[in-house]
């Protein structure tokens, strides 16, 4: 049977089984296995796709042919949705409870990878559907206030996506991108040598704000990105490393279709701003914006989850920067920087799901000390935390690295400043949750806290691992994406990696770092031996320490950020959605007393009115 | 052999006087003869549907061997057969449920009333005379005034009164209209109409059609003439309700895009079509923006049905055979999912004593079949895919666009975001609030919710055959040459 | 490749003694500066060895030893990466600008991990400051060597070398002097000097991070902090001042910049952290944009 199909089918179906047979070991296994089936295919298809191959399913449904395809771009995403689902999977057999969330997990695998491997908008769109519907429900058990946001929004996206889809349809008459695509093409030569084309300049820029919309909000761009950090709080942990890992990408898959299919007739009618084609720009510093935001109040957050929430809509804002800086190196940078976050971030919200699981708390002033207690998730946690900070020789610093090659050399030196500016304040918020959750006291009721359970640490080791890996050989990564351009964006072999404006050799500085550290550990045993004491046995100035007495700053860490931006924190686009909701609502109240009023006789004052308008609507 | 088929209109009429007899010999038995004659109905209509299809030809039924125009006909085309089955079946459905919702004396009365709903509505579809839809419009409309207030409380009285005064002027302006376009063709046969209608005088085609159309509106409850529709939704006994929603409304629909499509070569055609897409726009917009703050499900599910008829109306006035195809695609899904709705909540009504929203809470666990029932429907309203609705949807908003109604869709799409929010907040209200004990759940009802679920799924995930029906459905809406072709005129001229 | 090795232990020799003894020059110039006699400037050199000398070292955990250690050798490794002169281009071709600045910046974390795991509030509160320090220099940091690489058109770090020895100093061009004030400002931030030395704040937090360690650890600390000195010194040189052709010239270079540092140091007071934040906002971050929009046109 055709691979595609396979990968589509296999997670929906698990979920189901998972769901109807709900009894504990089975479902378990039965959802590990139906996520594994996508990630054994795609490893399968690599060596084929690596070579230019392509896979292709067409299904007539209903009067429409679904197609999909799979090539090195979407390859490439679907890879990273595969090996996400299956961590994710594995995370769950230790966290999740029940058969619903099987069902929806899985089902939201499938929606991301119909998404990702469709090759024309009918299936683009029912799968996008299914996927949000069912992350929406995976949401909906734990917050409904969180999961209507979501929804909400998500769903004002789609819309749009479904009125510019038509829009589309109506002009060209197809669906399939490749159509859209050359009609679109013709189009823009169209407009640049004059000539009226199909799609005029209103239109166009209504397409591609409707797309903007819809695209932005499902990868979390500013000011879209409200649903984000109560989402992603607000569900079973391990499945957040599949929610804000995969379906954010699903967002950034989105603005590569645009690109691909619409980047030259935009760039014809929108023109230029200093330099750089207007509407790639402002998708940069949508990305910009979105780093630098999110990034702050990811720094000020209590809460666990929602510190590394706001995180992760920075990071898909550095990938949603290069793709706006537009060339093929800041493409690569960005498809990169997918990859790794999706690595990292997962990573991170499977330790977090492991806290949570092994604790039942989930605010920095309730953790402490934990690094002796759980030494395996700590040290993936470090390595995790290295990722997104951006420490080389690790996969976050590499793929970071792309980026800032590719917005300086572009040219956009306030983009690349908001790179440095987030990177900054990554280390800052990463550095806030080692020490509240692994150092310093331990709160008296974490003494009898243990280790991760064994699923949860595999996945946890997969991914670690392949961070360690991306990160000393970026070359795999970056020759696998120069196929998708055809032509060697960056050069080097697999531990190198050149840009041709720069050179960064991965091995070497793994290879220097470690000599770096024995030399200092060599130093280190040459001195005299060391004795071990209590945590509590340290300098107080001469204050007498006891046991109870508060040694470390867990609450408001950062609060000298938060009385400079004091002024800054009072904008928030969460109340202003929130404002706009209400106003609705307490609209359609009224609306709803004014027409139907229960009083017959208005009733009747309706039928006169209209028989009024019908017959006078000739004249 | 397809004469047969005026079964269809001759079986519930019978049936319907003889319920005072059934009711001598037994009172018990009024309800499953009610059960009985409703699953014979079903028959004779799956029959006349496959005949239909597998034919290609519409079914001709001469009212006392008279050809057309001096005869009424009936004619049963691809639309007609679909839908007088979706009528048949729901009653059956409905008539099975009645057993247990009904409760009040006087069944006998309820059963009457009942099997001319049924007729009524079906006869509207089958017709092929302009008359005779007025008359079997009454027939509807009077059997569901009375069926309004059957429960005999107060509310259910003032609902039918308000229905029964707006019914009433929309009947008349009907009758007035139908006058104006005899007067002016001099024929009531809508076949010859069609051919006719371009020679009408365009102030009088504008009247007529303008009364013609308002008087339909008013039970296909269109903005702003819907008024009376929440009222008697909730008021009416729970079958009932369903049945309102499942097909009393779309026949009155069907009646309104067949009149229209007939039409179309009368000079104010298009100004009509688009004063229609204003008000059919405005139903989604208002209809889902008062379901918003609803404390009552029924009442809730009323304003959602009222706005899903909307969308249906756009549908049909875009003019467009995409719109046409992509409209009775959804009348069929929404038959489907509201008559399951408005079971499910009936249901929760007789097990728990109202439909209030507080009823609803925890009520996964102590209803889950039910509960599930309601969600799948929910959600399947809401458009995700996986359900049927989705599809319908997609045709319409493609058909909108594909006809430069941008803003239309837009307008729909955002009415479509609210409807999201309301369902959602039962649907969470349901599972993850309240507490409760599991109870006992009636098997015949559980089965049959069980089954409409597995058809919204079924055409959720396969929808091609049902499409493949419905397009033919359409055209034989949309394409007026056929249907004047179809019907053996004798060709007397006005 | 034997060859480098040699180089590269080579100048880790150097640079740490040159480390100690530009420490030396700063306390040396500070107490001439308040009119005191001041140590001799081989003072740190002596204490460093004091204190691995020392008998006994307390230790709070694994990560407690490890944290000195990795900022050591993230120190070593920054160091690796500069092209200090024309003969020791070390491992500068595997690593450009944006590694080396990177780089710069990771001793910082091993010190952190250090100091959160002595469990020390003050250590807390220097973590915090630290990074909040961190935080906000960033901006004009980057936006400064933004404005550099935009001009050479290059990252690699060799390549801006042999720019400037042939169109002359950096500093020669008005965009990359605007670059370099903004520069030298960050930069005493970087080297923990005053106005920016809140993070460890003597007097006031006793030594921040590094309040729990003694003896060996100490050593380690004070050793990074030489190799730091020295590679921060030199990256100055390398990117503004022209690189050098061998290592007295360098030396020279380094002494300058040191002492302009040192001058800037003695004379102002500590900013605390949201004062600090809201000023390298404000008008560094400004010049910082015109350098780098001017270095773009």
Known sequence: MNEIAIMLLAPIIAGVLAWLLDIKRVREIVGVIGAAVPLIYIVQTYQSVFNGGTINLDVPVGGFTLSFALYNLTWFFAAIAALLGFTMALGMASTSKDGYEWLFALMSMTGVLGVFMAREFVSFFLFWELMTFASFMMVLKYNRSASLKYFILSVIGAYAMLIAIGILYAKTGSFEFSTIQQFMYQDATKTALGVKGAFGKSETILLYLLFLTAFGVKAGAFPLHVWAPDAYSETNQSYTSFFSGVLSKAGVYGFVLLYSMMGIKLFYTLGTFGGHSLFAYTIAWIGALTVVIASFLAVLQEDIRKLFAYSSVGQVGYVLLGIGVGTQLGFEGALFHALSHAIFKGLFWLVVAALILQTGKTEFKDFGGLAKKMPITFAFGLIAVLSLAGIPPLAGFASKWILYEAAISAKMPLVAGAIFLGSGLAFAYVVRFLYAVWFGQMPSDLRNVKEAPLPLLLGMALLGMLNLVFGIAPGLVTKFLNTIFGHEVITGDIYTINTGVGNYNALMVAICLVAGIVIAGVLFLYGAKTRKVEVNDTYQSGNPVTQDFNLSIRVHFYKPLEEALSFWLRISFDKLYTIIAKWVEDFAEVLKNAVYNGNVQSYAWYLGIILLILALWGW | ??????????????????????????????????????????????????????????????????????????????????????????????????????????????????????????????????????????????????????????????????????????????????????????????????????????????????????????????????????????????????????????????????????????????????????????????????????????????????????LIAVGFALGTQAGVNASVFHMFNHAIVKALLFLAAGYVAVELGGTELEKFEGLGRKMPLTAFSITVGAVSIIGIPLFNVFWSKLRLILAALSANYAWIAALVLGASVVEAVYYIRLIHLMWFKGEGEKMEENFVLGGIMVLLVAAIIIIGVYPGPVWNIVQKAGSDLFNVANYVKNVPLLGVSP | MMNMIIQAVLILIYATFMGFIFMGIERKTMARIQRRIGPPLYQPLLDTLKLLGKRESITHGFIYDFGPIFALGASILALMFLPLTQNFQLFSSSGDLIVVAYLLEVPMLGIMLGAMSSGNPYSGVGVQRGLLTMVAMQLPYGLALIALVEHYGTFSLQEIVKAQQIAGWSILVPALLLAMIVFDIVFQALLGLEPFDITTAPAEISMGPMVEYGGKQAALLFTQHAVQLFAETAFFVILFLGGANNLLELLIKQIAVLFIAIFIASIYPRFTIDQAAKFLWKWPTIMGIIAALLAVL
């Open chain 2, 1 to 310: 052999m397809s004469q047969y088929a005026s079964l269809l209109i001759a079986l519930p009429l019978i049936s319907a006087f003889f319920v005072p007899i059934i009711k001598r010999i037994s009172r018990d038995a009024i309800m499953p003869y009610l059960s009985l004659i409703t699953l014979i109905q079903t028959g004779v209509a799956a029959w006349a549907f496959k005949e239909v299809y597998t034919t290609g030809k519409p079914i001709i039924i001469m009212a006392g061997g008279f050809k057309p125009p001096v005869g009424i006909n009936l004619y049963i085309g691809h639309f007609a057969a679909l839908f007088i089955l979706i009528v048949a079946l729901a009653s059956f459905i409905m008539a099975v449920f009645s057993r247990k919702a009904i409760s009040i004396e006087p069944k006998d009365k309820y059963a009457m009333l009942f099997l001319l709903l049924m007729l009524g509505a079906t006869g509207m579809i089958a017709t092929g005379d302009i008359f005779n839809l007025f008359v079997f419009m009454e027939i509807t409309s009077i059997s569901a005034y009375a069926l309004t207030g059957y429960n005999k409380t107060g509310e259910a009285s003032e609902a039918s009164m308000k229905y029964i005064i707006l019914g009433g002027i929309g009947s008349s302006f009907f009758l007035i209209g139908v006058a104006l376009l005899y007067g002016s063709l001099g024929t009531l046969n809508l076949a010859q109409i069609a051919q006719l209608a371009g020679n009408m005088n365009a102030t009088v085609a504008q009247a007529a059609l303008a009364l013609i159309i308002f008087g339909l509106a008013v039970e296909a409850e269109i903005f702003p003439l819907n008024a009376w529709a929440p009222d008697a939704y909730q008021g009416a006994p729970h079958p009932i309700t369903a049945m309102f929603s499942a097909f009393v409304v779309k026949a009155a629909l069907y009646a309104m895009a067949r009149i229209l499509y007939i039409t179309s070569s009368a000079s104010s055609w298009s100004n009509v079509l688009r004063l229609l897409i204003v008000l059919g726009t405005l139903t989604v917009i208002v209809g889902e923006m008062s379901a918003l703050r609803q404390k009552n499900v029924k009442r809730m599910l009323a304003y959602s049905s009222i706005a899903q008829v909307g």
